[in-house]
């Protein structure tokens, strides 16, 4: 992990800096004496006080998501999602540049965009050119923070990113990070918090959001029980994040999936409909399929720079 130094945390109790005290990496604290302690799977909870009033994802609901995200189905995707947070992390004016995830989940797409960075920043002539002391001795190349508001997507998290600093926390509250001192926020299928995405990105930097596009899996989500696309969903988009960004560029991807029966469960059960799906029909549904089905999925990834 980073030094404390180069993860600009925020107290959630009464926004101080926190750094790292005498439990080492395991423990926060802030000068106030507010103090936090690492989990034993790695992550550290600020939810503090009424905590949350939203519902984080389940075990399970996590356990499917992991399942299927490890099978590699959405590997594309997280690959363009590193592509296009890459040039703000390559030009981040720090040597050690800070990447924020929020909603972070089981942490695939942040480890896709770390290691993009260790590729990219670890180029033998461009690691001369960084620092003069060349590679991090720790051989890590970027600060990360992963939030989540589900404890058992954290703990997936903390080992799928040891390098991260891991953190149980609301999107919706004021994020426990410093004003201008992050390079790349990622938001794959999460809230926005545009004034607080925009409070600590540093002038320059990027904000990489995720989108499903009309047809996202349409060959299994009403058989299924999934949500719907929302109607409009790219205008409601630009007019949430207007205020505060101004678009700099949008990918479509299609992906065409072949998913196995189990597969097609732990889609259906991963994502905001598994908080209402019925296991045992669920179950029923799986027997059911054949052995292999044809789904498509359809992305919009889009880059916003904060308005200055």
């Known amino acids: ?156 998290a903390a080992r799928m990113n040891p390098e991260a600093l891991n953190v149980v926390g609301d999107v919706w509250q004021p994020l426990p990070v410093a004003e201008n001192a992050v390079d790349v926020v990622t938001v794959v299928f999460a809230p926005r918090n545009a004034p607080e995405f925009a409070r600590v990105l540093r002038p320059g930097g990027r904000l990489v959001v995720v989108t499903p596009r009309p047809g996202h899996l349409e060959e299994v989500a009403g058989l299924t029980g999934m949500l719907g696309i929302e109607p409009a969903k790219d205008e409601r988009l630009a007019a949430s994040l207007g205020n505060h960004f101004a678009p700099v560029e949008a990918r479509d991807l299609d992906l065409a999936l072949t998913l196995s029966p189990r597969d097609v469960a732990n889609l259906a059960y991963m994502g905001p409909a598994g908080h209402h799906l019925d296991r045992a029909a669920l179950a029923a549904l799986e027997a059911a399929l054949p052995a292999w089905t044809a789904v498509s999925a359809r992305f919009r990834i889009s880059v916003f720079a904060p308005i200055s």
């Not at 800096?17 to 395991?26: D, S, V």
């Not at 920043?121 to 508001?149: E, F």
Request: glycine share 10%.
């Open 1 to 156: 992990m980073p030094p404390a130094t180069d993860f600009p945390l925020l107290c959630p109790v009464c926004r101080n800096a926190l750094r790292f005290g005498g439990g080492g990496a395991r423990t926060l604290v802030c000068g106030a004496g507010h103090s936090f302690d690492a989990a034993k799977q790695g992550y550290f909870n600020f939810l503090v006080g009424k905590g949350t009033v939203f519902e984080a994802d389940s075990a399970d609901m996590v356990a499917a998501r992991f399942d299927f995200l490890s099978g590699g189905h959405y590997q594309r995707l997280a690959d363009a999602i590193a592509d296009l947070a890459a040039p703000a992390l390559m030009d981040a004016p720090a040597f050690r540049p800070v990447v924020l995830d929020a909603g972070t989940g089981t942490g695939h797409y942040l480890r896709a965009v770390l290691d993009r960075v260790a590729l990219d920043r670890a180029a033998p002539d461009l690691a001369r050119d960084l620092s003069a002391d060349g590679a991090p001795a720790d051989g890590v190349w970027a600060a990360a923070i992963g939030l989540d508001i589900s404890k058992f997507a954290l703990r997936r």
